[in-house]
Every structure is written in C-alpha cells, then in structure tokens.
C-alpha cells in the first residue's frame, strides 16, 4: 500500500504540470500502476514456473541415473553369479564328474542365476514404486505453493 501511494504521488507530480483534468491524471496514473503490478504478477508466475519445471527437469535426470546405477548392479550381480557357474563347472569337468552329472548343476545353477536377478529386479521395482508413493504422498501433504 505504502508503496503504490508513493508510487501515485510520483505519478502524478510527473503530470501535474498537465492541462488535463485531475481525476483523468489519477485514472492515467492508476491505470499505468495496474499495468506495472500486472506485468509484475506475470513475471512472478514465469519465474515461478520454470523454477517448477527445472525441478522437474532435475528431478527426472535423477530419476534416471538411479535406474541406471540399479540397471548396473544388477549387470554386475548376473555376471559374477555367470562366472560362479563357469567356474564351478569347469572345477567338477577337472574333477571327472560325468557328464549328464555336470548338466543337471549347470542347469541348477543357471535357473538359480535367473530366479537371483529375477527376485532383485522385483525387489528393487517395489522398492521403487514405494519410493514413488511416499513421495507422492509427501507432495500431497506440502502447502501448496502460493502465486503472487
């Protein structure tokens, strides 16, 4: 308030040397400070906007290095169990293990492998869709944020 009666007192001693009437100076001037306090709110609202987006933007390049990091673990964890089953086969082969022997614990050995990477993938997509409710759950409770 303070603010927009300063700002019509400068206003209007900008035009009182006018030859115009006083109520048409203080609708000019009145109508130049709605325009200014509009623009204003307008700024405000982009501003506000792209802040909104950029944490978006961030949010979801976060979101996807995670996947990333997790889509690796799980390279590294099928991998390792892979040479595991290499190994132990090519160890039983130096042994003298018959042969149908050997296949049914390669065969063992595999579906293990699969059934290892099959329940971390579940586990890591439950953690992720429980992650994705409290924090959908967390946006929800937030005050919303006020426009200018």
Known sequence: LW???????YLEAMVSGST??????????????????????ERSQSRAMRTRQDRRREAAIAKEAERKKKASMLNVVDATFAEVI?????GLRRLGVPKDILDLVCQSSESARKDAVRTLTEDIN????QEQIEGETAATTQEPVREP
């Not at 115009?20 to 709110?41: F, I, Y």
């Not at 290499?86 to 090519?90: P, R």
């Not at 439950?126 to 869709?129: A, D, G, K, R, Y």
């Open 86 to 90: 290499s190994q132990t086969a090519s």
């Open 20 to 41: 115009e009437p006083a109520s048409r100076r203080r609708a000019r001037v009145m109508s130049v400070l709605q325009a200014s306090v509009q623009q204003q709110n």
């Open 126 to 129: 439950s953690i992720e869709s």
């Open 3 to 9: 603010f927009s009666s300063t700002l019509t007192t």
